[in-house]
C-alpha cells in the first residue's frame, strides 16, 4: 500500500561552493592576497612626528613609481620615514602632501616597481556589505580583519595636536582596526579599495567601531592635489551635522525625504553669520538638494569660496532661506 503522505525528498549536501562560511572565507583570503603587496607600513621618522619618535601607521600604494597614500595624522609635522612591504622590502620615503580636514596624505616611496591598489568608489556601499581591513595594527605588518559596513555618512571628531578637526561622510565598520591601522586599506570582496582608515572609537571600549575616509569623487581629487603638490582648497561652512529623515509634511514640501541636521555650529563660521542654529535642518544650498553630509561636501567646491548663496533649511517645522556667503577653510 502506498502512503498518502510521501517522505520528503532527501536534498543533497550544497556544495563547498554554496556553503556561506566557506565563500566568506575564500572571498577574504582573495582581498588579503591581493591587496597584501599593495599595502606598506610606515614608520615615521623620529623626532619628526607629532607624538612619540618613530611612530607608525600604514599606506596604501596608489603608483607603480612610488606614491602612497596614509592618513594625515600619520605623518602629520613629520618629512619622511621608512616605508616596508609585505616582500619585506623597505624604501625611504618623503611626505608630499598633507590635508588634515580630510585626514589624508600622499608620500612617496624611493624606487618603483611596486603593486598598486584598484581604488573603488565608497558612493556605491551599502550598510551590511563586507569588507575587509589591512594594515599593521600595533606594528603587526600584513594583519587582516573582515567585517561589515556598520554606518555610512558619520561624522568624526577628532583631535591634532591643539586643534581639532571633523572628518565628515566617513564611513563606520566592525573590521576590527586599533592604532596603527591608520592610513591602511578598507576593501570590498573585489579587493577595490573603498576607504583609507583613520580611526577607532573610544580605545578599549570602542572594538566594533572603526572609521574609515571614504575613497570616492571627492576624495580622488583630494588625493590628486596632494600628489601634484598643491594644497586642497574647499569652501566651508563651520558646522557639523548628519543626516536625518524630514516629517511627512515638511518632506512634501521641499520635495524630499531627508536633510542634514545641525547639531554644532562653528562661533565667526559662515554658518554662524547666516543665523543657523543647531537643531536647524539643511536640505538646500543654492538650490541643489542636500540629504546626506556627502552632498554638502560636494556642493561645498573650490569654486564657491567667496560667492554668496542660499542655504535652505527647516526649523520648527518651517522652510526658511539663509543668505550665506562662502569662505575659504581654514589651513
Known amino acids: 500500500m502506498t502512503s498518502a503522505v510521501e517522505a520528503p525528498e532527501k536534498r543533497p549536501d550544497p ?3 554554496q556553503d556561506p562560511i566557506d565563500a566568506y572565507s575564500r572571498a577574504v583570503i582573495d582581498v588579503a592576497e591581493r591587496l597584501l603587496p599593495s599595502v606598506a607600513s610606515l614608520r615615521v ?7 612619540a619618535p618613530g611612530g607608525s601607521g600604514s599606506a596604501v600604494v596608489l603608483s607603480g613609481d612610488g606614491l602612497l597614500v596614509t592618513s594625515a595624522h600619520v605623518v602629520e609635522g613629520a ?3 621608512t616605508a616596508t612591504f609585505s616582500s619585506g622590502d623597505e624604501a625611504a620615503f618623503e ?3 598633507a590635508d588634515r580636514f580630510s585626514d589624508l596624505a600622499v608620500v612617496r616611496a624611493a624606487g618603483d616597481g611596486y603593486v598598486p591598489a584598484e581604488l573603488g568608489d565608497a558612493d556605491t556601499l551599502r550598510v551590511g556589505q563586507l569588507v575587509v581591513a589591512i594594515g599593521n595594527p600595533f ?3 600584513g594583519s587582516v580583519s573582515a567585517g561589515v559596513v556598520s554606518a555610512l555618512g558619520r561624522s568624526l571628531l577628532a583631535s591634532s595636536g591643539p586643534s581639532t578637526r571633523l572628518v565628515d561622510d566617513v564611513i563606520q565598520t566592525d573590521a576590527a582596526l586599533h592604532p596603527g591601522n591608520s592610513g591602511g ?3 570590498v570582496s573585489s579587493a577595490d579599495v573603498v576607504g583609507i582608515s583613520t580611526a577607532v572609537v573610544g580605545p578599549g571600549i570602542g572594538q566594533g567601531l572603526g572609521m574609515a575616509v571614504p575613497v570616492n569623487a571627492r576624495t580622488r581629487a583630494v588625493i590628486g592635489a596632494l600628489a601634484a603638490g598643491r594644497a586642497v582648497r574647499r569652501a566651508y561652512l563651520g558646522m557639523g551635522g548628519g543626516g536625518r529623515p524630514l516629517a511627512r509634511a515638511v518632506a512634501r514640501s521641499v520635495g524630499q525625504s ?3 541636521e545641525v547639531l554644532s555650529v562653528m562661533a565667526g563660521g559662515p554658518a554662524s553669520r547666516a543665523g543657523v542654529r543647531p537643531g536647524d535642518v539643511i536640505v538646500c544650498l543654492d538650490g541643489s538638494p542636500v540629504t546626506e553630509l556627502r552632498d554638502l561636501q560636494r556642493l ?3 569654486d564657491r569660496i567667496g560667492r554668496r548663496g542660499t542655504l535652505g533649511l527647516v526649523r520648527d517645522g518651517r522652510v526658511l532661506e539663509r543668505p550665506v556667503t562662502y569662505e575659504q577653510l581654514p589651513a
Open 15 to 17: 556544495p563547498a561552493s
Open 45 to 51: 621618522r623620529a623626532g619628526e612626528g607629532r607624538g
Open 79 to 81: 618629512r619622511g620615514g
Open 95 to 97: 611626505v608630499v602632501g
Open 139 to 141: 606594528g603587526f605588518a
Open 185 to 187: 586599506a578598507l576593501a
Open 258 to 260: 531627508r536633510g542634514v
Open 300 to 302: 561645498l567646491s573650490e
